[in-house]
């Protein structure tokens, strides 16, 4: 049994395609894990701010020495933190944007990026402290980024990997549904995207 985490970051709601191909891959998550929990959140919903001055100066202090409204400050990337830990398997639905992830989901990794608690600094630089963890990554773009001349503006597939194995999670696919405006592709894409999940 794992404790899956759905992290969504689409503006398209119930149309868009990141959030049914990551439907997709928490379904076949269940089927083989039977009794597997799920929590999902959406990154857009819930609005969360952009990393500012005075919340980043609060990752430094610690915690008993934060006033009252620095504890308030920082609630919601402890939360978010949390959730980060208490998940097996994560699935992050990642639409390509202008060729890179939306401003959601940047404020999610600021916000779960944390010095001492979620990396730390060895002798031979950071080491990710979130390990154990399988990550997959519903990615949806209308063209095709994953060969051909659009593979050098796909800045979503490239940028996920460094960062989530930066805070220590290696153990990354990434399930593209692509091509999702191009005549001759569209059609069939959502079905050869869901088609390709292959659950370790």
């Known amino acids: 049994m794992k404790h899956i985490l759905h992290l969504k970051s689409s503006i398209q709601g119930a149309a868009s395609a990141s959030i049914k191909l990551g439907h997709a891959i928490v379904e076949k998550i ?42 308030e400050s920082i609630q919601l990337s402890d939360k978010l933190v949390k959730q980060l830990f208490a998940a097996d398997i994560i699935v992050i639905g990642a639409p390509l944007y202008n060729y890179t992830i939306h401003t959601a989901l940047k404020a999610w990794i600021d916000h779960v990026s944390r010095a001492g608690i979620t990396f730390g600094y060895g002798a031979n630089g950071p080491v990710g402290l979130v390990t154990g963890k399988k990550v997959y990554v519903a990615m949806s773009s209308g063209a095709v980024y994953s060969e051909g001349p659009g593979k050098a503006n796909d800045f979503v597939a490239p940028y996920l990997k460094s960062f989530l194995a930066a805070l220590g999670m290696t153990d990354l696919t990434v399930i593209r549904a692509e091509g999702l405006k191009m005549a001759g592709l569209m059609e069939h894409a959502m079905e050869k995207a869901v088609d390709s999940i292959a659950i370790d």
């Open 30 to 71: 269940q089927a083989k894990y039977p009794g597997s929990t799920l929590e999902e959140v959406d990154l857009v919903d819930i609005d969360i701010p952009h990393l500012n001055p005075e919340v980043l100066r609060t990752f430094f202090i610690p915690g008993d020495q934060l006033t009252e409204a620095e504890k």
